[in-house]
Nanobody, 126 residues
Framework: QVRLVESGGGLVRAGNSLRLSCAASVRTFGSLAMGWFRQAPGEERKFVATISSSGGTTDYADSAKGRFTISRDNAKNMVYLQMNTLRPEDTAAYYC???????????????????WGQGTQVTVSS
């Protein structure tokens, strides 16, 4: 079983930055591909970023490219999402997700992930 707990959300003004963290309670964090998704009210959950088990491969949604950076620290069982130049349209609940896959696997679809956190709210004011 994998338990994921997100933190770091909050209320910020447009143009500012936030760093989200996701702590994984699992003995084999280095065998998990990790992802970040977000969901605004009334919308379906959308892909933001993903990182392979080793951290060597990443992928981003077009909306995140150039502004967001996903990273991980396998020694600490942590994955991060650095979000810069935030916009009001980035407002959403952000979720951390995991799947037991190694190599360069970087899934973009929510249904490809097996484990989810409870989410952390990010609100960007204009």
């Amino acid at each position: 079983q994998v338990r994921l707990v997100e933190s770091g959300g909050g209320l910020v003004r447009a143009g500012n930055s936030l760093r989200l963290s996701c702590a994984a309670s699992v003995r084999t964090f280095g065998s998990l591909a990790m992802g970040w998704f977000r969901q605004a009210p009334g919308e379906e959950r959308k892909f933001v970023a993903t990182i392979s088990s080793s951290g060597g491969t990443t992928d981003y949604a077009d909306s995140a490219k150039g502004r967001f950076t996903i990273s991980r620290d396998n020694a600490k069982n942590m994955v991060y999402l650095q979000m810069n130049t935030l916009r009001p349209e980035d407002t959403a609940a952000y979720y951390c997700a995991a799947i037991r896959r190694t190599s360069t696997y970087v899934p973009r679809r929510a249904e490809q992930y097996d484990y989810w956190g409870q989410g952390t709210q990010v609100t960007v004011s204009s």
